[in-house]
């Protein structure tokens, strides 16, 4: 559906010198009405196009058309939005569950200004399978990195199975108890080794006396005992679930029929906790950024950066560029910051490529990035890093430095980082270097190019969508 920009007449001051009101909302409200019944999430622009609010819907025209009646009634904070809202543009979802997950994502990367809520790092919920212990456990957490304060791993979390992002905590943790009494697993802290002679005479917590758990720590399973039950629930989540949602309605039919009301309810709750389950997102459709960043100790990453790049003072902070297109279509460019080795989001910058009209140019998409980035920076009206990096080879390289010497300041470090073969190019340098897997610098260089990546292809994905809607 094609955008309906503000008319001058909308626009027009008012005696009172305010624009059009009623046109401009009347306007608006006859848009919000055309749109799809589905779910989906709107984005409220200014009348400079700046996005200034983002929501999502159940049903988009409903949702949406709340806004901009002239009686709405936004609550304290949002009411002033009301008299800003020049234009809008929706994404049409899946669900309600991919409604949520793409209202998180766009308000933590656009940080809209009416928006109070899930501008933190606050993530959803994801369910996390232990590996690196003799008796694998099974928690909830909001970090499925488990990198800490000081940018460690928690040891539990090295080669962990995370699962999720889920939409409904609460139906997580539910689901979590109900298929505990399934597969019997632990979700207790205790570090339990096998063959340990203390196990044996441990007392098992009240979980192993109502069925619920194997108690490990009591030397009542062997450790190929309990890697079975671990691996049934591994495959259960990979699955559709649908064998034993098969049997718990039989059981619940069963127990209804035999007046068993009560044992009725109770299962009715728990295959409703299962099937919420369903509403999460996978690895393969991109909705866990978090856990897809290489886990590196920043400050040893940063102390192998300096020393392979043979500068003279402390690296502190980093920025990558890449590009993002199909067969040259919706062709734009990410900018992600790391300071001191971590994500510093409010700096991130995204860029749809004006320069670039059809075809794929990878160079000219960079330099154009490279200029109105670093422009304002060198000027000292923005934060300039000490590297930047390039998401490709020389030839991307090369591009990012022909738009420095274009700039009055001198150019930071700039390297590349292409893909495959990780070779790092470096300016000044002939020939590029290959570092071991392992190497901190080189997985520090990973992980924001890693990022850089992910920004891109998620605006490309965003523009890419609201562009088939269009044509449509």
């Given at each position: 559906?094609?955008?309906?920009?503000?008319?001058?007449?909308d626009?027009?001051?008012?005696?009172?010198?305010?624009?059009?009101?009623?046109?401009?909302?009347?306007?608006?409200?006859?848009?919000?009405?055309?749109?799809?019944?589905?779910?989906?999430?709107?984005?409220?622009?200014?009348?400079?196009?700046?996005?200034?609010?983002?929501?999502?819907?159940?049903?988009?025209?409903d949702?949406?058309?709340?806004?901009?009646?002239?009686?709405?009634?936004?609550g304290?904070?949002?009411?002033?939005?009301?008299?800003?809202?020049?234009?809008?543009?929706?994404?049409?979802?899946?669900?309600?569950?991919?409604?949520?997950?793409?209202?998180?994502?766009?308000?933590?990367?656009?940080?809209?200004?009416?928006?109070?809520?899930?501008?933190?790092?606050?993530?959803?919920?994801?369910?996390?399978?232990?590996?690196?212990?003799?008796?694998?456990?099974?928690?909830?957490?909001?970090?499925?990195?488990?990198?800490?304060?000081?940018?460690?791993?928690?040891?539990?979390?090295?080669?962990?199975?995370?699962?999720?992002?889920f939409?409904?905590?609460?139906?997580?943790?539910?689901?979590?108890?109900?298929?505990?009494?399934?597969?019997?697993?632990?979700?207790?802290?205790?570090?339990?080794?096998?063959?340990?002679?203390?196990?044996?005479?441990?007392?098992?917590?009240?979980?192993?006396?109502?069925?619920?758990?194997?108690?490990?720590?009591?030397?009542?399973?062997?450790?190929?005992g309990?890697?079975?039950?671990?691996?049934?629930?591994?495959?259960?989540?990979?699955?559709?679930?649908?064998?034993?949602?098969?049997?718990?309605?039989?059981?619940?039919?069963?127990?209804?029929?035999?007046?068993?009301?009560?044992?009725?309810?109770?299962?009715?709750?728990?295959?409703?906790?299962?099937?919420?389950?369903?509403?999460?997102?996978?690895?393969?459709?991109?909705?866990?950024?978090?856990?897809?960043?290489?886990?590196?100790?920043?400050?040893?990453?940063?102390?192998?950066l300096?020393?392979?790049?043979?500068?003279?003072?402390?690296?502190?902070?980093?920025?990558?560029?890449?590009?993002?297109?199909?067969?040259?279509?919706?062709?734009?460019?990410?900018?992600?910051?790391?300071?001191?080795?971590?994500?510093?989001?409010?700096?991130?910058?995204?860029y749809?490529?004006?320069?670039?009209?059809?075809?794929?140019?990878?160079?000219?998409?960079?330099?154009e990035?490279?200029?109105?980035?670093?422009?304002?920076?060198?000027?000292?009206?923005?934060?300039?890093?000490?590297?930047?990096?390039?998401?490709?080879?020389?030839g991307?390289l090369?591009?990012?430095?022909?738009?420095?010497?274009?700039?009055?300041?001198?150019?930071?470090?700039?390297?590349s980082?292409?893909?495959?073969?990780e070779?790092?190019?470096v300016?000044?340098?002939?020939?590029?270097?290959?570092?071991?897997?392992?190497?901190?610098?080189?997985?520090?260089?990973?992980?924001?190019?890693?990022?850089?990546?992910?920004?891109?292809?998620?605006?490309?994905?965003?523009?890419?969508?609201?562009?088939?809607?269009?044509?449509?």
């Amino acid at each position: 559906m094609d955008d309906v920009a503000p008319t001058a007449h909308d626009l027009a001051p008012t005696a009172d010198g305010l624009p059009g009101t009623d046109a401009r909302l009347g306007r608006l409200l006859k848009k919000a009405r055309e749109l799809p019944r589905a779910p989906g999430v709107y984005l409220m622009k200014d009348e400079k196009g700046v996005v200034i609010y983002v929501g999502k819907a159940a049903c988009l025209p409903d949702r949406v058309a709340s806004y901009v009646v002239p009686s709405a009634d936004l609550g304290l904070k949002k009411q002033p939005m009301l008299d800003l809202i020049a234009d809008f543009e929706h994404l049409v979802c899946e669900g309600e569950w991919e409604a949520l997950l793409t209202e998180n994502r766009l308000i933590k990367d656009i940080r809209p200004r009416f928006n109070v809520r899930l501008t933190d790092d606050k993530t959803f919920p994801y369910l996390v399978i232990t590996r690196n212990e003799d008796f694998p456990r099974v928690i909830v957490t909001r970090n499925p990195t488990g990198v800490d304060d000081t940018g460690r791993v928690r040891p539990e979390m090295k080669n962990a199975k995370v699962v999720g992002p889920f939409t409904n905590a609460g139906a997580l943790r539910e689901a979590v108890t109900l298929l505990q009494r399934v597969f019997k697993y632990r979700t207790c802290k205790l570090d339990i080794v096998e063959n340990d002679e203390r196990n044996r005479y441990f007392r098992p917590c009240l979980l192993y006396t109502i069925g619920q758990c194997t108690a490990p720590c009591a030397a009542k399973i062997t450790q190929l005992g309990y890697a079975a039950d671990i691996e049934r629930f591994t495959r259960f989540l990979d699955s559709k679930r649908s064998v034993m949602l098969r049997e718990m309605r039989a059981e619940m039919d069963q127990a209804a029929a035999a007046l068993e009301f009560e044992k009725a309810a109770v299962l009715r709750d728990q295959i409703k906790a299962i099937e919420r389950l369903e509403e999460r997102a996978t690895r393969a459709a991109g909705w866990q950024p978090e856990s897809e960043i290489s886990v590196i100790d920043p400050k040893k990453g940063l102390r192998a950066l300096r020393k392979l790049l043979e500068l003279d003072s402390p690296v502190r902070c980093l920025e990558a560029i890449d590009i993002a297109h199909l067969q040259g279509g919706e062709t734009v460019g990410s900018k992600v910051c790391f300071v001191d080795g971590r994500p510093l989001k409010n700096e991130y910058r995204r860029y749809r490529i004006r320069s670039v009209d059809g075809g794929n140019d990878d160079y000219q998409s960079i330099r154009e990035v490279v200029l109105r980035r670093y422009r304002e920076a060198g000027a000292g009206n923005e934060l300039y890093p000490d590297v930047v990096l390039i998401d490709g080879g020389l030839g991307q390289l090369h591009a990012a430095l022909e738009a420095f010497h274009h700039l009055e300041m001198r150019p930071p470090m700039v390297i590349s980082l292409a893909k495959k073969e990780e070779l790092i190019y470096v300016q000044q340098r002939s020939e590029p270097i290959r570092l071991g897997r392992e190497n901190p610098a080189l997985r520090l260089c990973q992980a924001i190019r890693d990022e850089a990546h992910r920004f891109a292809q998620h605006y490309h994905h965003v523009l890419r969508r609201k562009k088939t809607l269009d044509d449509g």
